[in-house]
């Protein structure tokens, strides 16, 4: 891992939004199994930031550490046995729609300066999200301001906006005074999207109106990370099973660690993917980035 140095003073600056602690109903019983089972969890107040990090923010950080993302290392051998070496390119995974049959591509030299690829890059999208972002490079970013990533439930209780028991955090449709309130698809996935929403892709940050705590894109625009470990249940410290690692289990992957990423992404359709809903959630390989996961920094009310 390459580290970064990391901040030590308490960085709380206006881009921030202190959410009141409090308790709320985690989970949903209807939509997906893994939302499952609803849990009553109390979360202390805690700063986040308003917007999701963008490519210039990201680039400061760079800028001043030096720091290379995973996508941009040269893969180890040792880590991939099964993988011929020379097939061992830096790169990431890209969103194609063009290609259905293969909707998601390695690309070599994909990152978050090269977003689709080699040749493609971040000019005149300093305010948009940062992606091709993995679990270790947010938390790069997070140690050097001082921050850290939230947790599942610090995601969940924020994206909720304090209304208890809504499918949305507008409420029960994704739509507020006939406005969208976030970044998804508007159609049949993946064959067309109506762009209803004013985006077929990323939006900018902070392009739809922020939910009841001042926070914007919480649901929808890009999957965004948290420092939770993914289980396919929600579970308590003491009903974990105990053969389950602390790097946490997905079945599908069961042999990587795996963290839970929240919020989906501008993919998510209704029939596809309803995950741009407050208690959704799903499972991400921890080293790896995707041109739809980025994500956002907390801090700790006590001490600021």
Known sequence: MVKAQSKTTCVVTPDMVLVQGGSFTMGAGAVYPEETPSLLIHVKSFYMSRKEVTNAEFSKFVEETGYITLAERQPDPELYPNIDPEALKPGSVVFDSSNTSELWQFKEGASWRHPAGLGSSI??????????????????????????????????????????????????????????????????????????????????????????????????????????????????????????????????????????????????????????????????????????IGFRTVRDEQGC
């Open 123 to 292: 000019e005149g999208r300093d305010h948009y999200p940062v992606i091709h972002i993995a679990l270790e490079d947010a938390k790069a970013y997070a140690q050097w301001k001082g921050h850290r990533l939230p947790t599942e439930a610090e995601y969940e209780y924020a994206s909720r906006g304090g209304l208890e028991g809504k499918k949305y955090e507008s409420g029960d449709t994704l739509k507020k005074d006939n406005q969208h309130i976030a970044n998804t698809w508007q159609g049949f996935f993946p064959y067309s999207n109506s762009k209803e929403d004013g985006f077929e892709g990323l939006a900018p940050v902070g392009s739809y109106p922020a939910n009841p705590y001042g926070l914007h894109d919480l649901i929808g625009n890009v999957w965004e990370w948290t420092q939770s470990s993914y289980y396919p249940n929600h579970f308590t410290a003491e009903t974990l099973p105990k053969s389950w690692s602390e790097l946490g289990y997905d079945s599908k992957q069961p042999d990587i660690p795996v963290a839970v990423i929240k919020g989906g992404s501008y993919l998510c359709a209704e029939n596809f993917c309803m995950r741009y809903r407050p208690a959704a959630r799903h499972a991400q390989d921890t080293g790896l980035g995707a041109s739809h």
